[in-house]
């Protein structure tokens, strides 16, 4: 009985610990309907382009968000929704649905569909402004050149495993040094 009370007791310390320290993170285990709501939204704006849907499969494979998700940054913006579209766009989307701020953060926390459009919307934007497939996929990521290297590296990955090694074997149209997908074809 004892020994039950002093464990009991450590490990209610070490709750309080790391409840105050901030080390412990609510997160939510995003479950399978989830996982299947955010699949549907994927395929809802890929619009039947396979290469784009691959695309935002690869962007939500690396940021692993989750519906609810509202990460804090080290800069002061937030990572929201499924894919952690960062808090920085808020008013840029706002402007372009017209719909305040506050609902537009709620709706990228809250609504799948509404997160995954507006990623969709940032990677291609990104692709128009670069010209160039792995270039947008850094700038969805980061301003940063060097952050953008990296994170095309860790899509590319996570596109291997997804979708197998031939992912990267047809070349497209639409730019110069060509995405992996060809993203003039609804078919593929």
């Not at 709750?15 to 709501?37: F, K, M, Q, W, Y």
């Not at 934007?125 to 990296?150: C, E, F, M, N």
């Not at 997804?162 to 639409?174: I, Y």
Request: aromatic content about 10%; proline content about 3%; overall charge positive.
């Amino acid at each position: 009985m004892i020994a039950e009370l002093k464990w009991f007791r450590h490990m209610l310390l070490l709750a309080i610990l790391l409840a105050a320290t901030g080390l412990t993170e609510a997160r939510a285990a995003p479950s399978n309907d989830h996982e299947v709501r955010i699949g549907r939204c994927i395929r809802q704006a890929a619009d039947g382009r396979m290469w784009l849907e691959k695309t935002l499969w690869g962007l939500r494979d690396q940021e692993a968000g989750w519906i609810g998700a509202e990460i804090a940054n080290t800069n002061g913006t937030h990572d929201l929704g499924p894919l952690q579209v960062n808090s920085f766009w808020v008013p840029t989307l706002a402007a372009l649905v017209g719909r305040s701020r506050v609902q537009v953060r709620s709706w990228l926390i809250e609504d799948p569909c509404f997160n995954v459009q507006a990623a969709r919307w940032i990677f291609l934007s990104g692709l128009k402004a670069t010209g160039d497939y792995w270039h947008a996929i850094g700038v969805y990521h980061s301003p940063t050149q060097w952050r953008q290297r990296r994170y095309v590296n860790a899509v590319s990955g996570h596109l291997r495993r997804r979708f197998g090694a031939t992912v990267f074997l047809r070349q497209a149209s639409v730019t110069g040094s060509g995405p992996m997908f060809d993203a003039t074809s609804k078919d593929r």
